[in-house]
Every structure is written in C-alpha cells, then in structure tokens.
C-alpha cells in the first residue's frame, strides 16, 4: 500500500506480493510480509516455494502491518523467533550447503555472517552432525542476532517503560 505523503492518508496504490527493497536500493528484503486470512492467529510464516520467506499477518486485526513494520515489543519479541525458524528451516530441514554462495538460502547466511562470528561450516563440517549440533549453532546465531544486531531486549524494555 502506498500513501501519500502529505498527511492526507490518500491511498495512491494497493498492490500484492511486491518484493520490497531497501530504500537506498540496496538488496530486496529477506523477509517477504503479506496480509491474509489467519483465523485467530496474530501471524505466521510460510517457507512456500518462493526464494524468501513471507511473515502473513492477519488481515482482519486493524493495523497489523503497522505494528510489524513500526512496534519495537512486537519486533522484540517476533523478529527472533522469525530468525530462528528460518534457520531452523534452512539448516535442519532443507540441509543448505553453507558454501552455496547462490542457493535459496545464501543471502540468508550471509545475513548470519554479519553478527555470528561462528562459521556454519564448522557444524556442517561432517556427513554425521546432528540436529541438535545445527541447533546449538542456530541459537547461538539467534543470541547473537538480538545482542549485537537488532537489541531485542533493549528495544522491548525502552518500549515497556514508556508506556
């Protein structure tokens, strides 16, 4: 949806499935969001077959896509589990290669990379690692997501006192 923006709330386009891209047109978004028909569930995500994952919210709960998009105690509390469920995906159910620099879940781990000093390959290393090793490495990358990129817990506190 876009709106205008000179305050008026003029609704000046209503489209589907547009992939978002950064504003100073970097790289598209890794996580795809979409309105839908979720029964009584706040949110849910979808693997689907689509090269990123798509985050639905419920259509019928006024103004979710804000509170996704604007609510730091949603964000907090969302965001990692949205990473770890990814990952989970990626690394324990689909088995990606970490050295596949162009498969579906590249950009992914390139993400990863940015904050998890841990390398995947240590763990995917041998033909026999276990789930739970991937797991362990997965919530590692998780903890580090919230304390050095996105500050889970901090933006929830600030959020909280405020009210």
Not at 33 to 43: D, F, N, Q, R, T
Not at 94 to 114: I, Y
């Amino acid at each position: 949806m876009v709106v205008a923006s000179d305050g008026s709330s003029r609704l000046l386009a209503l489209a589907d499935n547009i992939k978002p891209q950064r504003a100073d047109g970097g790289a598209e978004s890794l996580l795809w969001m979409e309105e839908a028909e979720l029964g009584k569930e706040v949110w849910r995500l979808d693997f689907g077959e689509s090269d990123n994952p798509t985050m639905y919210v419920n259509r019928n709960i006024r103004g979710m896509s804000d509170v996704v998009r604007q609510d730091d105690a949603f964000r907090a509390l969302v965001i990692p589990q949205v990473l770890r469920s990814t990952l989970t995906r990626a690394v324990i159910v689909d088995e990606c290669d970490p050295d596949d620099d162009a498969g579906r879940w590249a950009e992914w781990m390139s993400f990863v990379a940015e904050f998890h000093d841990e390398d995947l390959v240590a763990v995917t290393d041998e033909p026999e690692t276990d789930a739970a090793a991937k797991a362990e490495w997965i919530d590692s990358a998780v903890r580090a997501f919230a304390e050095k990129r996105f500050h889970a817990s901090d933006q929830y506190s600030t959020t909280r006192s405020q009210s």
